[in-house]
């Protein structure tokens, strides 16, 4: 489903849907687009559409999210981590990041010559 230009205060806007739901938000540049999806306490995911690849890709690298698709929906794969920034999520899966969080680090030293005189 999707909304055609909801309020910038809706939940839909602020909030991470959960769900086939798509809000439909007008912007007037770049750096608006950029500043009013990063203006909120949540980043799992996000996605770029566009056209014009070089824009596409450029405003993906701004957005503060966990994932950024562009052009496409969330392809996960077991070697591509997936973690969310800011409030969202609770940790990473997938990839060497993630196995790295199923990790406990310990580190040994050992100085083979000691003078206990």
């Not at 912007?27 to 950029?34: H, L, N």
């Not at 306490?41 to 999210?65: C, F, H, P």
Request: proline fraction near 6%; hydrophobic fraction near 40%; aromatic fraction near 8%.
């Amino acid at each position: 489903s999707f909304v055609d230009n909801p309020p910038e205060d809706s939940k839909i806007v602020r909030e991470e849907p959960f769900g086939p739901i798509v809000p439909l938000l007008k912007w007037s540049d770049e750096a608006d687009v950029i500043k009013r999806a990063n203006d909120t306490n949540m980043g799992l995911a996000a996605s770029v559409w566009g056209k014009d690849l070089e824009a596409v890709e450029r405003i993906a690298k701004q957005i503060e999210a966990g994932v950024v698709c562009m052009n496409e929906r969330n392809p996960v794969t077991p070697f591509s981590s997936f973690g969310g920034h800011k409030e969202s999520g609770i940790g990473v899966e997938n990839g060497i990041s993630g196995l790295l969080s199923y990790s406990n680090i310990q580190t040994f030293t050992l100085k083979k010559q000691v003078n206990f005189a």
